[in-house]
T-cell receptor
């Protein structure tokens, strides 16, 4: 089955700096890569996703890149704000019932 | 407006006492999922319903059961909770089972076992 590794496990940045979280996956058949943000006491919220036929996608301050050859994908947050502080999970799936999550990255943005 | 609603948000039960968690959705999605999330860990899929078809993950303990009486509602039953079952339980939905369907999560029920 699919195995997703996520790094780093914790990340601390100054407000206004960029943050990058990286994930690798094992199954080359994976074709969908969502990123979720989970705030304390809440469920994961989808913030951006990318499909295997696209190399990059951007939504305001958030961007995701996908390298299918190397089987890795990354989340980039620019101009970070304190409200970006949360746990971020990457995931990879072939079919939705086989979605595998990374272990999560706790991002802290210091004002 | 919340689209995947989980009740209650916090549930306390006694060791071995059956407990039921509920999830409802206003998205009219075909697929509903139950995940278990322990502290500082990723969500772990327990099972999912594709319409009325129930699909159990191979490593989900028999202690966990689920019911989906209609499109909108899904329940998680824990027959004899043990201390190791204390966790956040997340419900999610997706429109279909295809590989590129986003999952929409509720805010979870945090289960404590006394």
């Amino acid at each position: 089955g699919e195995n997703v590794e996520q790094h780093p496990s914790t990340l601390s940045v100054q407000e206004g700096d960029s943050a990058v979280i990286k994930c690798t996956y094992s199954d080359s058949a994976s074709n969908y890569f969502p990123w979720y943000k989970q705030e304390l006491g809440k469920g994961p919220q989808l913030i951006i996703d990318i499909r295997s036929n696209v190399g990059e996608k951007k939504d305001q301050r958030i961007a995701v890149t996908l390298n299918k050859t190397a089987k890795h994908f990354s989340l980039h947050i620019t101009e970070t704000q304190p409200e970006d502080s949360a746990v971020y999970f990457c995931a990879a799936s072939i079919n939705n019932n086989d979605m595998r999550f990374g272990a999560g990255t706790r991002l802290t943005v210091k004002p | 407006d919340a689209m995947v609603i989980q009740n209650p948000r916090y549930q306390v039960t006694q060791f071995g006492k059956p407990v039921t968690l509920s999830c409802s959705q206003t998205l009219n999605h075909n697929v509903m999922y139950w995940y278990q999330q322990k502290s500082s860990q990723a969500p772990k899929l327990l099972f999912h319903y594709y319409d009325k078809d129930f699909n159990n993950e191979a490593d989900t303990p028999d202690n966990f059961q689920s019911r989906r009486p209609n499109t909108s509602f899904c329940f998680l039953d824990i027959r004899s909770p043990g201390l190791g079952d204390a966790a956040m339980y997340l419900c999610a939905t997706s429109r279909d089972i295809g590989g590129d369907q986003p999952q929409h999560f509720g805010d979870g029920t945090r289960l404590s076992i006394l």
